[in-house]
């Protein structure tokens, strides 16, 4: 069966005026969705996440185009779609969460209108069926008297209410997949656990697929089925989550996973050395090697293709297929 979501050596750059420098935010990526999956999108800031997941709804700020390969989703090019097709795909087929409600709510319309526009655009509902509808939505994401709330404003509810509401709207046109760019990080750590589970829940009965990016790898481990690890525009890791945790294969995995608390622990907390590259000046080579405690020579000389780690599991390293130490030493004894 053909997968809900086929993103093929994507290629999307940011040209300054003029066209004298050209950043290259996403330089070749690869990955599939298949219908009610979730797959993580992480990295450190700058690495192509949020533009990965704006080539998908052809949502791209100015200076920025997508200048090769291919987004077929649901046996449609979006490519190749003018944007007024798009409209057409964007709140019915494919909807995003952002990082702050405020960006997506109007604070001049109340929370029903914002809630049933795409239902009303979308799905032509319109009167009672629209108003039950709202309710429904409301009701799914755990929204407390729904029919009280629907006449508020965003100013009158809290950042985990106003996080639910801009939930609830990706819902409403019946999308088939939702993005979700990093939309806990203005949320507490009891009201976060509580979205995550909103969202798991309306994915269970939905049947929905899941683009989830965020920097908190524990987010992944409760959330996503597969990872793809992100650095200077590329996917340097790509497989399901329970192999990357248990056997990173990319140092730069390795390094996200050093770096995250460990409940209990005594020991300093590990910080990845350095700063990413500037993506337009990126070192030759593996882009990670000035900052990789394991860089061999040519590391600094050869981008390193990807590589079979196993079954839907590839990563971006030379060091792939070579002996550890612990067998090296072995293999001497």
């Not at 999108?41 to 192509?48: A, K, T």
């Not at 999308?175 to 979700?180: E, F, G, M, V, W």
């Not at 593996?286 to 079954?311: I, K, T």
């Amino acid at each position: 069966m053909a997968p809900l979501l086929d993103i093929r050596d994507l290629h999307t750059h940011y040209t300054s005026f003029g066209g004298s420098r050209v950043v290259k935010a996403v330089d070749g990526i690869s990955f599939c969705l298949n219908e009610g999956e979730t797959i993580g999108l992480v990295g450190e800031s700058g690495c192509g996440k949020t533009t990965t997941c704006l080539s998908i709804v052809g949502l791209l700020p100015a200076g920025a185009r997508i200048v090769g390969g291919s987004i077929e989703f649901d046996g449609e090019e979006l490519t190749t779609k003018r944007s007024p097709d798009l409209r057409q795909v964007r709140g019915r087929k494919i909807a995003m969460i952002l990082q702050d409600p405020m960006a997506s709510l109007n604070p001049l319309f109340s929370i029903f209108w914002q809630v049933a526009e795409p239902a009303y655009f979308h799905r032509g509902l319109r009167g009672r069926p629209l108003r039950q509808r709202v309710s429904e939505l409301l009701r799914s994401v755990r929204i407390p008297s729904p029919a009280v709330r629907m006449r508020e404003y965003p100013h009158q509810m809290s950042g985990g209410m106003r996080q639910r509401v801009v939930g609830a709207i990706a819902m409403a046109g019946g999308p088939k997949l939702i993005i979700a760019d990093e939309p806990t990080t203005n949320l507490d750590v009891t009201i976060q656990a509580q979205y995550l589970d909103v969202l798991k829940e309306i994915q269970q009965q939905s049947g929905v697929a899941l683009i989830f990016v965020t920097h908190n790898l524990g987010i992944v481990a409760k959330m996503c089925d597969r990872m793809a690890v992100m650095y200077a525009g590329k996917i340097v890791e790509y497989g399901a989550v329970r192999d990357l945790f248990r056997a990173p294969q990319h140092p730069y995995t390795r390094a996200l996973l050093g770096a995250m608390p460990k409940l209990g622990s005594k020991q300093p907390l590990y910080a990845i050395p350095g700063q990413p590259p500037n993506l337009a000046q990126l070192p030759g080579g593996c882009a990670f090697h000035p900052r990789c405690r394991e860089a061999m020579p040519q590391c600094r000389l050869h981008e390193p293709a990807e590589r079979r780690a196993g079954v839907d599991w590839s990563a971006r390293c030379w060091l792939l297929g070579q002996p550890s130490e612990e067998q090296h030493a072995r293999a001497l004894a």
